[in-house]
T-cell receptor, first 113, second 114 residues
Framework: GENVEQHPSTLSVQEGDSAVIKCTYS??????FPWYKQELGKRPQLIIDIRSNVGEKKDQRIAVTLNKTAKHFSLHITETQPEDSAVYFC????????????FGAGTRLFVKA | KAGVTQTPRYLIKTRGQQVTLSCSPI?????VSWYQQTPGQGLQFLFE???????NKGNFPGRFSGRQFSNSRSEMNVSTLELGDSALYLC?????????????FGEGSRLTVL
C-alpha cells in the first residue's frame, strides 16, 4: 500500500541555522505533497505544499523541493527561530477516485535560542 | 467562517465498549477524512467520505467504521474497544473537488480506553 517515510524523527538546530526534513513516497501516482506543522496541543496546519508538475516552491523562509523520479521531497527552513519548534509532517496525496492523503511519521524540530 | 468542529473533545471508555465521534466540516467542504494520531506513529489514515460515500479506506480493522450525512457532517464509530485504540482522532475537511487540496483539521477527540 501507500507509504511515506520521513527523516529524521528528531532534529535540533541552533537559532538562525537551517533545518532540512526529507521524505520519500511509494505510490508514483501521488501528485500533491503538503507539509503540516503541529505545535504542542494544537491541530496540524498547512505551511506549504507542492504539486507534481512543479519542482520547487518557496514561501519566505520555507521551501519545498520535489524529485518525482526518485520519489523524494524535502522541506527546507532557513534562519530558524524558536517559534519554528514543532512537529512537522510531510504527506502525499493520491487520487483513487477520492483523495487519500498519507502522512509521514513526523519530525520533531527543536530550535535552540 | 467556522472551522472544523469535533465532539466530544475528551472521552474515557472501557475495553469492549463502543464509541461514536462526530465531525462538522467547514461550510462548503464535502470531503471529510479521519485520522488516528498516536505518539511516534504520526497520522494514520482511517477513511475519507465525499457526498455521503466512502471513497477511501485505510488499513484498520472492521471495528472502525464511519458515515457521512447529507449536510456533510461525519461520524466515526469504533466498536469493541481495545486498549490500543487510545489515541487522538482527528477529522479534516477539504474542498477536494477535481484536485487534492489543503486539509483543515479539527482539534480532535482524545479517546482513552481503560
Amino acid at each position: 500500500g501507500e507509504n511515506v517515510e520521513q527523516h529524521p524523527s528528531t532534529l535540533s538546530v541552533q537559532e538562525g541555522d537551517s533545518a532540512v526534513i526529507k521524505c520519500t513516497y511509494s505510490d508514483s501516482a501521488s501528485n500533491y505533497f503538503p507539509w503540516y506543522k503541529q505545535e504542542l496541543g494544537k491541530r496540524p496546519q498547512l505551511i506549504i505544499d507542492i504539486r507534481s508538475n512543479v519542482g520547487e516552491k518557496k514561501d519566505q523562509r520555507i521551501a519545498v523541493t520535489l524529485n518525482k523520479t526518485a520519489k523524494h521531497f524535502s522541506l527546507h527552513i532557513t534562519e530558524t527561530q524558536p517559534e519554528d519548534s514543532a512537529v512537522y509532517f510531510c504527506a502525499a496525496s493520491v487520487n483513487t477516485g477520492g483523495f487519500k492523503t498519507i502522512f509521514g511519521a513526523g519530525t520533531r524540530l527543536f530550535v535552540k535560542a | 467562517k467556522a472551522g472544523v468542529t469535533q465532539t466530544p473533545r475528551y472521552l474515557i471508555k472501557t475495553r469492549g465498549q463502543q464509541v461514536t465521534l462526530s465531525c462538522s466540516p467547514i461550510s462548503g467542504h464535502r470531503s471529510v477524512s479521519w485520522y488516528q494520531q498516536t505518539p511516534g506513529q504520526g497520522l494514520q489514515f482511517l477513511f475519507e467520505y465525499f457526498s455521503e460515500t466512502q471513497r477511501n479506506k485505510g488499513n484498520f480493522p472492521g471495528r472502525f467504521s464511519g458515515r457521512q450525512f447529507s449536510n456533510s457532517r461525519s461520524e466515526m464509530n469504533v466498536s469493541t474497544l481495545e486498549l490500543g485504540d487510545s489515541a487522538l482522532y482527528l477529522c479534516a475537511s477539504s474542498f477536494n473537488q477535481g484536485a487534492a487540496g489543503e486539509l483543515f483539521f479539527g482539534e480532535g477527540s482524545r479517546l482513552t480506553v481503560l
